[in-house]
């Protein structure tokens, strides 16, 4: 990746959302990468790129040049505006998938087909409070390995008015996904907005993880640990 990005100014920008953009997020595809974002129009989107791009050449070519792919813009799946947008898994058929957030209080894992007209939601779950942010967490190294066909990931979530939650997604080795809420944590006593995690040198679970939580109007930051998960 080139170590500066140059915009440039264009007459005719393509506009992926209708409101305010929140969230940006490349896709972990390696052939025929995309860009997801999400707006306050409740709408997700995705770019694909051809497997020629060159990021230099994405700013000064026009969005119908030859170096930009299929676009898809989908506006059903989210209750309210797509907040958090975290790309977990690519499978052998190149289908990629994603984790959202939203202001509609859900978390869902969207499946990304190539070629196809909208994405299809999987599994989704309530976390209340609003989704912000969502940050995947390495509890260990074997964390998102398939096992016997099962994967998993630990996701730590901004839930603003609820605060924060840790939860596991599951993929079963019949391809079934679920979400399983962990622990929680609700002493702000404002809009949750940031939180992260860090494991300790020699830790294996989320017994051996510090969080760090932050919140808006009381200003308060917040040093915490689950316990019993």
Request: aromatic letters at 10%; charged letters at 25%.
């Amino acid at each position: 990746m080139a170590d500066s990005v140059r915009m440039t100014s264009e007459s005719n920008p393509h506009r992926s959302h209708s409101l305010e953009a929140w969230v940006i997020a490349w896709s972990t595809a390696t052939d025929n990468p995309a860009l997801y974002s999400g707006g306050d129009d409740s709408a997700f989107c995705f770019h694909r790129l051809k497997n020629d791009w060159q990021l230099e050449n994405v700013f000064d070519a026009p969005f119908q040049d030859d170096l930009h792919g299929e676009f898809v813009r989908d506006s059903k799946i989210h209750g309210a505006g797509v907040t958090s947008i975290v790309p977990l898994w690519i499978d052998e058929d190149n289908h990629e998938y994603v984790l959202t957030g939203s202001y509609d209080e859900h978390v869902r894992i969207v499946q990304i087909k190539p070629g196809a007209r909208r994405p299809q939601v999987l599994v989704e779950k309530r976390l209340g409070g609003g989704v912000w942010q969502l940050r995947q967490l390495e509890v260990s190294k074997s964390s998102t390995i398939a096992k016997n066909g099962k994967l998993s990931f630990m996701i730590l979530a901004s839930c603003m008015h609820a605060g924060c939650r840790v939860f596991r997604i599951y993929r079963m080795a019949d391809g079934d996904w679920t979400i399983e809420i962990l622990g929680k944590f609700e002493d702000h006593e404002s809009m949750n907005y940031a939180s992260d995690a860090r494991l300790e040198a020699s830790g294996q679970s989320l017994k051996d993880m510090t969080f760090v939580s932050t919140s808006f109007y009381d200003k308060r930051l917040c040093v915490w640990k689950l316990e019993d998960t």
